[in-house]
């Protein structure tokens, strides 16, 4: 079971609280656990998108509920495997992409998903490792909690110009959504 909302919380399960770190220099530097709104913009941005996060905050493994957990690199296979099993191949990405809210590319004609399983995969962009912001209403990247070199950890990306999910690693200072799956 997956949560149908991308993770919003300031707080580890254990009440210790997450930083939120708004100074692009500070991001940048940073080698511990950290939060922020897209473009450190509460009020546009939190209802929607929830927080982005980097990968040292996930690593904690107490970002997400009591019960809960930060899919791994394999559970997130397991899920674009049964999308593909079930009618999906090749549109595992539009299977997750909400009905509306992700703009639209007029060069290959997509955009919103079909939200076929109430996933609700929404374009909240993402925060580089140098602190900038980047992509909202075209990209939605949400962290494993695997890591794949020392630097670097697993992802996975739905785009407004792409039908499948795409899986990738990024430097742990960068910014993503988080969704969290049932233990």
Known sequence: EWMTENLRTSKYSDGTAIPNVKDDT???????AAWCHYDNDSSQYESTYGKLYNWYAVETGKLCPTGWHVPTDSEWTE??????????????GTALKATSGWDLDYFVERGNGTDDYGWLG??????????SFGIIGNDGSW???SQSIASRAWFRYLGTSYDYVYRDNFGKDYGFSVRCLRD
């Not at 899920?79 to 549109?91: E, F, M, R, S, V």
């Not at 929404?122 to 602190?131: D, T, V």
């Open 143 to 145: 962290w494993s909690s």
């Open 122 to 131: 929404l374009p909240g962009g993402n925060r580089s490792g140098n602190g």
């Open 79 to 92: 899920l674009t495997d049964y999308l593909a099993a079930n009618g999906h191949n090749g549109t595992e």
């Open 26 to 32: 500070q991001w940048s530097n940073l080698s511990t």
